[in-house]
């Protein structure tokens, strides 16, 4: 565990975090690895697209979170986007949720030149890693985007304010 110079942790009079949650975002499991022994996923809210040719995803994560070692070390990964029955799984990936067996035993996966991608996703992208800096606690990890499936998603999975948004709301 690596200790912070400043205070991680929430505190009801954190002004910044509280913004933060005020900003409703779409939840994205990002996922990287290339076999069994070393892959990592992640949930990431904090992230957006970028237009252009090509495209981009820029995310901000964990600098201790053994995504963001196996993202940076192979240069390659998988972004999701999950959908309302995936509240579970996201828990899971984020560290707040046990799973027995570990993460990966929560669901089916299949395997692409970029990393293990969430089979019943329908809205993904492979991504390769073009530049990473440090902002305030987290790493800001920009990716061009190589492959991109866009399929229905008649309920995204949304997060605001410490929580999980139900469909509709």
Not at 9 to 21: E, K, Q, W
């Amino acid at each position: 565990m690596t200790i912070h110079p400043g205070h991680p942790f929430p505190t009801p009079d954190d002004p910044v975090r509280r913004l933060r949650g005020r900003i409703g975002a779409t939840v994205s499991l990002w996922t990287a690895g290339t076999s069994d022994d070393d892959r990592a996923g992640l949930t990431v809210s904090s992230w957006l697209v970028a237009g252009g040719e090509p495209g981009r995803v820029l995310g901000l994560l964990d600098p201790d979170a053994d995504l963001t070692d196996v993202l940076l070390g192979t240069g390659r990964g998988v972004v999701q986007v999950l959908g309302w029955p995936d509240r579970d799984l996201a828990d899971v990936f984020a560290g707040t949720a046990p799973a027995p067996g570990g993460p990966w035993r929560t669901t089916g996966w299949e395997w692409t030149d970029h990393g293990p991608r969430l089979a019943h996703a329908t809205t993904w992208a492979t991504v390769e890693v073009e530049q990473d800096v440090e902002v305030g606690w987290s790493r800001l990890v920009t990716c061009v985007l190589r492959e991109v499936e866009v399929g229905d998603d008649d309920a995204p999975l949304v997060h605001r304010r410490g929580r999980y948004l139900p469909p509709g709301d």
